[in-house]
């Protein structure tokens, strides 16, 4: 009966996870306990999954506790370990810690997955920044956008960019941000048919971890590269093949720990252009870098309309 219930009712507001690029990737030293510090450039794009808010938890959903249930569009993603779930979880039990707000703390999340997973383009960390800012939104519990950040960082360090929402430059394991204006170019996605295990190459031996640090406004102007690419592209010779052949039209990179690769075009049209000779065994897209997330600029349109 629930589950009828829940799937007719509309959503209270669906919200979109964007997906990032790393224009570049330096690792500049490993930390005592395991992390790295790096420098990075964080390109939102402007496509990305999408989330669905209900007010009220489904128990009989495969993913219920507590006043929180999940379904997912991809069945090998409703688990309690799916970054939503954990993240809906962690701001309930904040709040809860607050002690304020012990009233409307349910919700219902559906998540339509539409990024590659382990593909390096931030779809679990974007997942749960969205949880994070949408169930704020929908249980007004006014924690700010720092207070958020805090959170998802506990749960991953690609998480408070999203949250900031602002391409940027980042530094300490991700963190540390400095927004910065890009031009908003056209980029390429090419997805191999395999998923990189992040945590896997963080700690292979042969990884790259002594790039001297640069400042902001150098990384924008200088060389960058990618420390991670060598090695995974050793490890999954699909990631090799990917990137030689997107490089065949210009200068191409991978984003992340892999696997997805990138090339920036000058214009849709060009992009459109090189997505279409796209060999079949490739999945890929065509997406634009943008400034401010997509995230932010509908729960700005949501806050100032009231609705
Ligand atoms: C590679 C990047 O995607 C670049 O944006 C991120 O640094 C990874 O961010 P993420 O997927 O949110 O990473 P987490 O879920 O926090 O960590 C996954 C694993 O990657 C390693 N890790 C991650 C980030 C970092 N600065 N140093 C690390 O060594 C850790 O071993 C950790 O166990
Ligand atoms: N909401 C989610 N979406 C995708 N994967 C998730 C999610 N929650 C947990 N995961 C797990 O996280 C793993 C990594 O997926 P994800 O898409 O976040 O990696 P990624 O693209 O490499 O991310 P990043 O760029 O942040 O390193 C998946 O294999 C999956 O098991």
Redesign the pocket.
């Known amino acids: 009966m629930e589950i009828a219930r829940v799937t007719m009712i509309p959503p209270v507001f669906t919200l979109p996870a964007p997906a990032k690029l790393n224009l570049f990737l330096h690792i500049t030293g490993r930390r005592d306990d395991g992390y790295h510090n790096l420098q990075t450039l964080f390109q939102l794009l402007n496509i990305g999954d999408e989330l669905d808010f209900y007010t009220t938890a489904n128990p009989e959903a495969k993913v219920y506790e507590n006043g929180l249930s999940l379904s997912c569009s991809n069945p090998a993603?409703e688990s309690k370990?799916?970054?939503?779930f954990r993240a809906a979880q962690h701001l309930q039990n904040q709040i809860q810690k607050n002690g304020s707000n012990t009233q409307s703390i349910s919700a219902h999340i559906h998540?339509k997955?539409k990024l590659p997973?382990?593909?390096?383009?931030?779809?679990?960390?974007s997942?749960a920044a969205t949880t994070l800012l949408g169930l704020n939104h929908l249980w007004d519990a006014k924690q700010s956008e720092g207070e958020l950040a805090n959170i998802g960082q506990q749960l991953?360090a690609?998480i408070p960019v999203f949250i900031r929402g602002k391409t940027a430059f980042a530094e300490g394991i991700g963190e540390k941000l400095t927004p910065v204006t890009l031009e908003e170019k056209w980029y390429v996605v090419i997805a191999p048919n395999c998923?990189v295990s992040?945590p896997q190459i963080f700690s292979h031996k042969d990884l790259t971890r002594d790039t001297p640090v640069i400042k902001v406004a150098a990384s924008l102007e200088r060389d960058t590269k990618n420390d991670c690419e060598t090695l995974v592209k050793t490890l999954y010779p699909d990631v090799n093949e990917a990137l030689k052949w997107l490089s065949k039209f210009g200068q191409s990179r991978m984003t992340?720990?892999g696997s997805c690769v990138f090339l920036p075009c000058v214009s849709e049209e060009k992009a459109v252009e090189v997505l279409s000779m796209k060999p079949s065994k490739f999945n890929g897209f065509i997406a634009k870098g943008v400034n401010q997330s997509p995230l932010h600029e509908q729960l700005l349109s949501h806050y100032a309309t009231g609705v």
């Open positions: 993603l370990d799916n970054l939503v998540l997955k997973f382990g593909g390096g383009i931030g779809g679990g960390s997942d991953g690609d998923h992040t992340g720990t």
